[in-house]
């Protein structure tokens, strides 16, 4: 939670914009307690499809979500202009893993929120073609925010429709 207020403050006080923040690195053996999960997380995210294991995982899971929820809240909170700082923001919440038990990462499950200072279409699911590469999320997200890129790494164009 002290990373979200960090970044809250530095986005409320324009020292930047921009941000990066990794919740839990994969291969991290960090612990749970809060939510009742004592094993490591790497361990827990290869449940071998044991349901005692995938039950913790979700746990996990839950709780580095109830936090990113915690830090978008805290920006719609926060008036800026005729809306909330979350009004002016472009926030990605992601994974690199769609099955962590089988280190697959296709399809990516990611949350885009925001409104990117009106430029961002919300309330909306939008399902890519099979392996659509996130580069081309990405991509999308920095036109949004005003950094006009053609291509990015392995991209393949745009999304449409945000």
């Known amino acids: 939670a002290m990373m979200f207020d960090m970044m809250t403050l530095a986005y409320q006080s324009e020292i930047t914009r921009v941000a990066s923040f990794m919740m839990a690195r994969e291969i991290s053996n960090r612990t749970y307690p809060m939510v009742g999960v004592h094993e490591g997380h790497h361990a827990t995210s290869h449940h071998q499809n044991n349901p005692e294991k995938m039950a913790k995982n979700v746990l996990i899971q839950t709780y580095h979500v109830t936090q990113f929820r915690e830090f978008v809240d805290k920006l ?5 202009g005729d809306g909330t700082l979350l009004d002016n923001t472009i926030l990605l919440y992601g994974s690199n893993m769609s099955n962590s038990n089988a280190h697959d990462h296709y399809p990516l499950p990611a949350v885009l929120l925001g409104g990117g200072a009106g430029t961002i279409k919300g309330g909306q699911h939008i399902n890519y073609a099979e392996r659509t590469p996130m580069t081309n999320l990405i991509l ?6 005003g950094v006009a890129q053609e291509t990015l790494g392995d991209s393949t164009g745009l999304v449409a429709g945000i």
Not at 76 to 80: Q, T
Not at 140 to 145: D, F
Request: charged share 25%; glycine share 0%.
């Open 76 to 80: 719609d909170s926060i008036a800026e």
């Open 140 to 145: 999308t997200m920095l036109n949004k925010a």
